[in-house]
């Protein structure tokens, strides 16, 4: 069961974020056809604890638009590396296998759903 499950308990709802380490970095950000979120987040980490439901929404809300991936940095130093992840929670938006847009530090939904309208989708953001 993944982290995010576990800490919210979303055990039997259907909503799976894709897990992305070292090896499967490629497939799953570089070379995806529909633009990602890409939450890095650590073991112990309070405020991934409180962003873990909100990305959960996320991929609930555009379940067929984005994809919203999880990647915990203990288990691939590689991937924090190579993405210059410096503290958790940082969360990567990426179109065409490119990052459009990072933000370090826990931040609410509507500022998430603001970057993926404006910056993934194309749309015009109004609340």
């Given at each position: 069961m993944s982290w995010f499950k576990r800490i919210i308990g979303l055990e039997g709802d259907g909503i799976a974020l894709t897990l992305v380490n070292d090896d499967n970095f490629k497939d799953e950000i570089s070379n995806s056809k529909i633009p990602v979120v890409l939450d890095l987040w650590s073991p112990g980490c309070q405020p991934c604890k409180q962003l873990a439901p909100i990305m959960?929404?996320?991929q609930r809300k555009y379940k067929d638009k984005i994809k919203v991936a999880q990647?915990?940095?203990?288990a691939a130093p590689g991937i924090a590396q190579r993405l210059r992840v410096r503290g958790t929670p940082t969360v990567l938006y990426f179109k065409n296998g490119k990052v459009v847009e990072r933000v370090v530090g826990f931040r609410g939904s509507l500022y998430h759903t603001e970057i993926?309208?404006?910056d993934l989708l194309g749309k015009e953001f109004s609340i």
């Open positions: 959960v929404d996320l990647c915990d940095i203990s993926i309208e404006t």
